[in-house]
């Protein structure tokens, strides 16, 4: 992989919503790996809801195994990850691909068999890639209203249009 395609997302989607169980059957993948905050929910929502209760439970009947990989501490990921019992690895350093291959040894799948689900560049699609797992993006939900937000937001701009021309060029070939 070049490596300016480390920082490239291999797909991006409105919510995780989107990436139900028959688009990932498509794509022959039978695991993924969530990122906790602004892609599952926002940092207030301490507990899924009802909604993501059902989404998990349609990816579970289809078979696909599941779990997350946050940054947050463990507090947060573990009260997250109560009532859904996922394999959950919190504080995991991301772009550090440590919590992500120890999903993928969880699983027992190939890495291309797995995806990553999460909001952000230089923390989510670096750590997958470097996994060697494909990255889907999810606009964040809600993102702080920090200065320093707002700047990594800023610098992820390059590569999500780089994203958008690869799409349109692979969209035009097919
Ligand atoms: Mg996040």
């Not at 909604?51 to 573990?78: C, P, Q």
């Not at 780089?162 to 097919?174: D, G, L, P, Q």
Request: hydrophobic share 40%.
């Amino acid at each position: 992989m070049k490596r300016i395609r480390l920082l490239v997302p291999d797909g991006m989607y409105k919510d995780i919503y989107e990436i139900n169980a028959q688009l990932l059957m498509s794509l022959g993948k039978e695991g993924v790996v969530f990122d906790i905050d602004n892609t599952v929910a926002p940092y207030e929502i301490l507990r899924p809801t009802q909604e993501m209760k059902d989404y998990f439970t349609s990816l579970g009947k289809s078979g696909i195994k599941i779990a997350f990989v946050s940054n947050n501490k463990n507090d947060r990921a573990n009260v997250f990850n109560e009532e859904l019992g996922f394999f959950c690895v919190p504080d995991a350093s991301k772009p550090s691909p440590k919590g992500i291959l120890r999903c993928v040894k969880h699983m027992g799948l190939p890495a291309g068999k797995m995806l990553l689900v999460g909001d952000q560049i230089f923390t989510d699609c670096l750590a997958a890639h470097l996994a060697k797992l494909e990255f889907y993006m999810v606009k964040p939900i809600k993102d702080k209203n920090t200065l320093f937000f707002r700047i990594k937001r800023f610098f992820e701009k390059p590569f999500i249009h780089i994203y958008k021309k690869m799409k349109v060029k692979n969209e035009s070939n097919a």
